[in-house]
Structure formats: C-alpha cells, structure tokens
C-alpha cells in the first residue's frame, strides 16, 4: 500500500515537473474580480490582451500592440506615388550618410599616408641597428595608405 502510494506521488511529481519544464512561457492577465490568472493560451484568445511571462525567470513582457493602420485615402496611384515619394527621400538620406562616411574615410587614408611618409623620413635619419627594417615596414604603409 506505501510503495503503491509513493510510486502514484511519484508519477504525479514527474508528470507536473515535464510538463512544466515543456511550457517557456505562459500567458497572464487580470480577471475582473482581481486575481491573476496563468495560461497557455491567450485571454479569450487574443494574444494583445495578455502578457506573456517565461516561467523560467518570471519575466513577464507587455503584450505587442500591432500598430493602428492609416486609413486609405485615394486611389492605389496616389498611394503608390506617396510610397515612391517616401523610398526616394529614404533613399536620399542613405546617400548622405554614405557620402559623409566616405569623407570620412578618404580623411583618415590621408592622416594615415602622411603619417607613414613622416615615420618613413624619421627611418632615413634614425641612427638605429634596424633602419632598413623600418624602411621596408614604413615603404610598406606608404603603399598601402598613399595609393
């Protein structure tokens, strides 16, 4: 009768603790009297409705409202032609930043070849045992930076 009843308690544990561990997260939400209420589905099936908690670390994350749609006015052409409109000056800010960061990069490979051209000047007056390695190391920078 014990061993029947420790192997029943045992079974239940088990069965409880798979099933646990097989849900991530589950749904919550209040109910009108109060209480908080835990599911696996959504409060009555709208997931916008309920937060969503991972029962691992009790984090519970707000619900992701879908943004309201703007009512269509005009006909497709228009809207179209306000789409094109808006990929066009999207496009023109990308060029921008494009152009600013190629500036940017054309000013840094000029620091760098001046840079490599005074090392290389500094090589030629250096007394030091290894000044032709320097030479080659700085001949080296000047043709990757000042081409």
């Not at 990308?94 to 054309?106: C, L, P, S």
């Not at 290389?120 to 000047?142: P, T």
Request: charged share 20%.
């Amino acid at each position: 009768m014990k061993t029947t009843l420790t192997y029943t308690l045992l079974t239940v544990c088990f069965s409880l603790t798979a099933a646990a561990v097989s849900a991530n997260s589950v749904y919550t939400w209040r109910n009108t009297n109060g209480t908080t209420t835990y599911s696996d589905v959504p409060h009555r099936l709208q997931p916008a409705r309920s937060n969503t908690m991972n029962v691992r670390t009790h984090t519970i994350y707000q619900p992701v409202k879908a943004p309201a749609a703007a009512p269509s006015e005009g006909s497709i052409a228009e809207q179209q032609n306000q789409l094109n409109q808006r990929i066009t000056e999207a496009n023109k800010q990308i060029e921008a930043q494009n152009q600013k960061i190629a500036e940017d990069n054309q000013a840094m490979k000029d620091d760098n070849c001046k840079a490599a051209r005074l090392n290389r000047d500094y090589a030629e007056s250096a007394r030091a045992n290894n000044r032709e390695a320097l030479k080659q190391r700085y001949d080296a920078d000047i043709s990757k930076y000042c081409n």
